[in-house]
């Protein structure tokens, strides 16, 4: 089993920035997808960006391209989404999200690749 808790949520002005972590333990797959999904009330949960921790490839939603940054320290099992340039419209319950291990590292935003999820920490922007 996997455990993901993510910290780093928070009440910001637009234009502001924030780091969300998401730190994972127990029988942490090698080589999987990682992600960050989003929800805002009455939305459905999208996908807001993703990476293969076996070699780093990244992936973005369109709306958040250039403003927010997905990394990874393996050394510490925690993945981050840096996020720059916040908008109103980015408030939403941000989780982390990890696959099992896989040798393709196409990491789609689709929720249907992930099967751990964390408890998710609230973003909010005002303007």
């Known amino acids: 089993q996997v455990q993901l808790v993510e910290s780093g949520g928070g009440s910001v002005q637009a234009g502001g920035s924030l780091r969300l972590s998401c730190a994972a333990s127990?029988?942490?797959?090698?080589?999987?997808?990682m992600g960050w999904f989003r929800q805002a009330p009455g939305k459905e949960r999208e996908g807001v960006a993703s990476i293969y921790t076996g070699g780093g490839r990244t992936a973005y939603t369109d709306s958040v391209k250039g403003r927010f940054t997905i990394s990874q320290d393996g050394a510490k099992n925690t993945m981050y989404l840096q996020m720059d340039g916040l908008k109103p419209e980015d408030t939403a319950m941000y989780y982390c999200?990890?696959?099992?291990?896989?040798?393709?590292?196409?990491?789609?935003?689709?929720?249907?690749?992930?099967?751990?999820w964390g408890q998710g920490t609230q973003v909010t922007v005002s303007s």
């Open positions: 999200a990890a696959s099992i291990s896989r040798t393709n590292s196409v990491c789609s935003l689709s929720k249907y690749v992930f099967v751990y």
């Open positions: 127990g029988n942490t797959p090698r080589s999987n997808c």
